[in-house]
């Protein structure tokens, strides 16, 4: 199982928008609407961002969201603050293996 | 409150088996719908997971890796070990354990340890 491809990096000003996309195949992401995000911070554990696609854990702020068009999924978030800089990672889940994404650098300009 | 922590070597020669063992509080792996799984991340690189164990004991592993780890758990003790064996100096990296909970975030990892370093080195 190959991991998910995603850019290695996005970058963006403050308040702007940006989208990382997380590209799979018919056996991973494009087969159920189980795919995750997470954001790590620099020698922290990642944090579940998005699951099932487009929902938001509790607690996890309205300004991320997820989508899915047939094999690629997306994070985007809006109105971006510093605090936004991270990495990302999206993960497919359905059933196993778990297989997670190359990773995405997220740059607040 | 829920809470995930990794103990195990910090240093392990080549060709050693490693074992960790992943102490969590704030829920049971006794539980319905709950599982508790292992990632690992080497220095500088993506995600990789290695393997999830749920609460009726159904046993779920990395296809490049089944070979090499096995997972167990221990509910009295609210603990999950995993051993992987003929450690190469390319499985350093830092592992995780996190939690499953399918009734609340479907297969997703819910909540995470801080992570413990492990390299593999004569």
């Known amino acids: ?109 | 409150q829920i809470t995930l922590k990794e103990s195990g070597p910090t240093l392990v020669k080549p060709t050693q088996t490693l074992t960790l063992t992943c102490t969590f509080s704030g829920f049971s792996l006794s539980t319905s719908g709950v599982g508790v799984g292992w990632i690992r991340q080497p220095p500088g690189k993506a995600l990789e997971w290695l393997a999830l164990i749920y609460w009726n004991d159904d046993k779920r592993y990395s296809p490049s890796l089944k070979s090499r780890l096995t997972i167990t758990k221990d509910t009295s003790k609210n603990q999950v070990v995993l051993t992987m064996t003929n450690m190469d100096p390319v499985d350093t990296a830092t592992y995780y354990c996190a939690r499953v909970y399918y009734y609340d975030s479907s297969g997703s990892f819910d909540y995470w340890g801080q992570g413990t370093l492990v390299t593999v080195s004569s």
């Open chain 1, 1 to 109: 199982q190959s991991a998910l491809t995603q850019p290695a990096s996005v970058s963006g000003s403050p308040g702007q928008s940006i989208t990382i996309s997380c590209t799979g195949t018919s056996s991973d992401v494009g087969s159920y609407n189980l795919v995750s995000w997470y954001q790590q911070h620099p020698g922290k554990a990642p944090k579940l961002m998005i699951y099932e696609v487009s929902k938001r854990p509790s607690g996890v702020s309205n300004r991320f969201s997820g989508s899915k068009s047939g094999n690629t999924a997306s994070l985007t978030i809006s109105g971006l603050q510093a605090e936004d800089e991270a990495d990302y990672y999206c993960c497919s889940y359905a059933g196993s293996p778990y297989v997670f994404g190359t990773g995405t650098k997220v740059t607040v300009l």
